[in-house]
Every structure is written in structure tokens, then in C-alpha cells.
């Protein structure tokens, strides 16, 4: 049931007030010392916002896109990013919609309670980035068991994950008729895995905690497969609008905040004896990229709103995506031209918002792939693969 436009703005109230307790100075440090934010994590999970989408009769909140982008939208509106645990509330959808029902009540209430922490979601490969199909581990099924061997890049916060959603192929690649079937998902225990699994961390331009997987002999049982053998490719991609509408609710949430730092700057700032926001170089850009933030937002909750009542959203997904990554990234450069030299000293903030909101154009999908899906798949242009 959808909630009231009041419920909504209580929810947004109370995700404002928990983040109100980690201020600037929180996730400063936890930048500068490449920290994961484990207090703040808590906090979210004590609140029960990372168990939005979970539906009741599992534990969870049972709440919509809607919501759970609301929520996303004002983690990043403050100081905090959502990058930290946003997969804890979404990565499950592929649990949800294809797991078995013994499957479903085995995990779902743990992850609820955050007693189990399902962040990582293991796809992409060195030789198959924006190419999915050609992903190559390997899954190979022996009696009761699966080997995997192969490699993944990339993958956020198995270090900080309890379970990981893997893609691996089942069937070689020259041997499908159908080349996005052969790939099939798992839901793999990390705790059990053993020594052949090496979780190697990878630096990256802003504290992000990425890593790169290598598996060796991993044996996980049968039953971690998710559906059918040879489906995998169809599942993830049933819950990449879900990940889009939330990425894109929080480069929004990141836009909102270089708008109102910037023009809070700038109204106060004074050079040859005035506020620099009085001048128009100042003035428009922020008011530009306010503009394009607030557009980029009616697109996302357009894409939420077909999403909750189960509509086709793939367009509006992707354009939320598209737009609200774009609309952070000039609210970004806006900000930082406002605040002169001090938007390079970290003391500002303005730079680590920088650096992190840059990623929303790249990842989970670069805007050059959305582009062509929207060229290809919603315009019937040719298509370039
Ligand atoms: C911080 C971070 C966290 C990440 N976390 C995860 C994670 O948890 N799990 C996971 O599986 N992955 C993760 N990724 C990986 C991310 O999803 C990939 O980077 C992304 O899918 C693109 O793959 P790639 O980097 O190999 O780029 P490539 O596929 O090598 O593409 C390189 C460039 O070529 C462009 N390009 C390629 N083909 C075309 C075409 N036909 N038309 C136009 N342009 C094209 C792309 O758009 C891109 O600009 C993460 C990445 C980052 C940076």
C-alpha cells in the first residue's frame, strides 16, 4: 500500500535526524583513514531503513522504491554517503523475486535484522566489464556440490558482507545457442568458503572498499544456487532498475548538498566588497545545476512511481540515472569554482564529495551504456554490440 505524502516526509525526517548524529567531521576522518563507517552502518541498521525493501512477512519494512529512495537521497544529502551500505538494502531483490521460499526464510529475516550483511554482488570481471555475457568464472557442478574457479574486479564491500551474490557461468560460452543464457546466480556464504577464496583490496580515488576476488577450488553446496541453472544473466538483470532508481536518489542526494553549500558560500564570501554570489559566473552555475537536480529528481520519482506499482520503468530508470548523475556532477563543479581555493582543502568537505559523486556517471554502469540502451532498446536506433 502506498504511503501518505506525510508518511513519506516522516521517513525523510527521521533518516535526517540519524544522520544529523555524523556530522562532517565523522566522515571526514573516515575518509582520511580509508575507515569503513561502521557506527553510521549500525545506526541505519538499528533503524530498520536498510531492511526497507524486505517485505513484512520476512522481517522487513515493507516499504517501497519510493521510500527506500527517499532514504538514500537524504544519507547523501548529508555529510554521509549511502555507497557505504546501499547494497544491504537491494542486493536481496534477486533473493526475493527468484530465490526458493526455504531460501527466502533461511536469509531474509537475518538480513532484516542486519545479523547477516548481503552487500556484495559479484559481477563484473577483468575481460568482462560492461560485457556481461562474457563474463568466464567458472562454475562447475560436482554431485551435491559447485567448484569455482576465476576471477571478479570491482566488488564493494566483501570485506564488510557476510553472504555474496555471485554470477558465474555454468555452461561454456561456445556451447549456448542463447548467448546471454549458461550464467547462473549464488548465493555464497562467505564465512564457508575457505582458503580459496582471496578478497585483495583495491585503492580507488575516494574510500570505497573494493576488491578484487580471486577463487581457487571454491566448493559451495548445490543449494546456494538462486533459480534455475542458466538464468543468472535474466535475474540480475531484473534488478538493475531497482539499483538505478537508488544510485540516481543519491547523486541526487549529493546535487542537493553542493547546491545548498555552494549557494550558502556564496551568499556569504565577500570579495571586492561583496558577496560573490552576486555575480552572475557564481550565481548561474548553482542555480543551473539546482535546476537540473530538481528535473533529474521528478525523473526519479517518476521511475520509483512505476516501479512500486509494478510497471515497466526501464526508460525512466535509466534516464533518472543518466540525468541525476549529470546534475551531482555539475552541482559538483559548481560548488567547487564557488568556494575558489578552499574547495581543494579538505577541511571543506566540497573535495570528497567531489571525488565520490564522480563515480554515480561510471558505476554500476557507465552513461555511454545507458545511452545505448536508450538509443537502441527505447528509440530502435542500430545498435553498437
Ligand atoms: C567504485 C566502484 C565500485 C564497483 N562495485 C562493483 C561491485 O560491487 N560489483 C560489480 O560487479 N562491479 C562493480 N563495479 C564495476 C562497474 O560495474 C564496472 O566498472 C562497469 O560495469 C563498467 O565496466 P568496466 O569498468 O570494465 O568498463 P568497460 O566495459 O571496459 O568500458 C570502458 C568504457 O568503454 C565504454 N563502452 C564500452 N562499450 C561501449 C559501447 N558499445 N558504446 C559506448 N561506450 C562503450 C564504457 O561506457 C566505458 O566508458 C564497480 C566499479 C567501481 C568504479
Same mark, same amino acid.
Given at each position: 500500500m502506498a504511503l501518505s505524502a506525510e508518511e513519506r516526509e516522516a521517513i525523510r525526517d527521521s533518516v535526517r535526524k540519524i544522520c544529523a548524529e555524523f556530522p562532517d567531521g565523522y566522515w571526514r576522518e573516515i575518509d582520511r583513514t580509508s575507515a569503513y563507517p561502521q557506527a553510521f552502518v549500525d545506526a541505519l541498521t538499528k533503524s530498520g531503513y536498510l531492511a526497507a525493501l524486505i517485505p513484512e512477512e520476512y522481517g $522487513?519494512? $515493507? %516499504? $517501497?522504491m519510493t521510500e527506500a529512495a527517499i532514504i538514500l537521497e537524504e544519507i547523501n544529502r548529508s555529510p554521509g554517503n549511502g555507497l557505504a551500505c546501499h547494497a544491504q538494502m537491494y542486493t536481496m531483490g534477486t533473493l526475493l523475486r527468484h530465490g526458493s521460499e526455504a531460501q527466502k526464510r533461511r536469509y531474509l529475516p537475518k538480513i532484516a535484522t542486519g545479523e %547477516?550483511?548481503?552487500?556484495a554482488f559479484a559481477v563484473t570481471e577483468p575481460d568482462a566489464g560492461s560485457e556481461t555475457t562474457r563474463l568466464k568464472t567458472r562454475a562447475v557442478r560436482r554431485g551435491d556440490r559447485y567448484v569455482i574457479n576465476g576471477q571478479k574486479i570491482f566488488i564493494s564491500r566483501a570485506k564488510q558482507s557476510d553472504l555474496m551474490l555471485l554470477l558465474a557461468r555454468t555452461t561454456p560460452y561456445d556451447e549456448l545457442k542463447n548467448k546471454t543464457e549458461g550464467l547462473s546466480v549464488f548465493l555464497v556464504d562467505m564465512r564457508e568458503t575457505g582458503g580459496g577464496l582471496e578478497i585483495k583490496p583495491l585503492e580507488m580515488m575516494f574510500n570505497h572498499h573494493t576488491n578484487i576476488l580471486f577463487f581457487e577450488d571454491v566448493e559451495i553446496p548445490a543449494e546456494c544456487l538462486i533459480g534455475e541453472e542458466g538464468k543468472g544473466f535474466r535475474y540480475i538483470i531484473d534488478g538493475w532498475n531497482a539499483e538505478r532508481i537508488l544510485v540516481a536518489s543519491e547523486a541526487i542526494g549529493d546535487g542537493r548538498w553542493f547546491v545548498d553549500r555552494a549557494s550558502n558560500y556564496a551568499g556569504e564570501r565577500v570579495v571586492f566588497g561583496k558577496p560573490i554570489g552576486a555575480n552572475q559566473g557564481v550565481q548561474f552555475p548553482i542555480a543551473r545545476s539546482y535546476a537540473h537536480v530538481r528535473a533529474a529528481a521528478l525523473m526519479r520519482d517518476d521511475a520509483a512511481a512505476k516501479f512500486d506499482r509494478g510497471e515497466k520503468c526501464g526508460a525512466e530508470a535509466n534516464m533518472a540515472k543518466l540525468l541525476a548523475s549529470e546534475a551531482a556532477w555539475e552541482a559538483a563543479n559548481a560548488c567547487l569554482d564557488a568556494y575558489g581555493g578552499y574547495g581543494f582543502a579538505r577541511e571543506y568537505d566540497v573535495e570528497r564529495k567531489f571525488r565520490e559523486t564522480r563515480l554515480y556517471s561510471t558505476a554500476p554502469i557507465n552513461n555511454n551504456l545507458v545511452l545505448a540502451f536508450l538509443g537502441q532498446n527505447v528509440l530502435g536506433m542500430p545498435k553498437s554490440y
Open positions: $522487513g519494512a $515493507g %516499504l $517501497g %547477516l550483511r548481503l552487500q
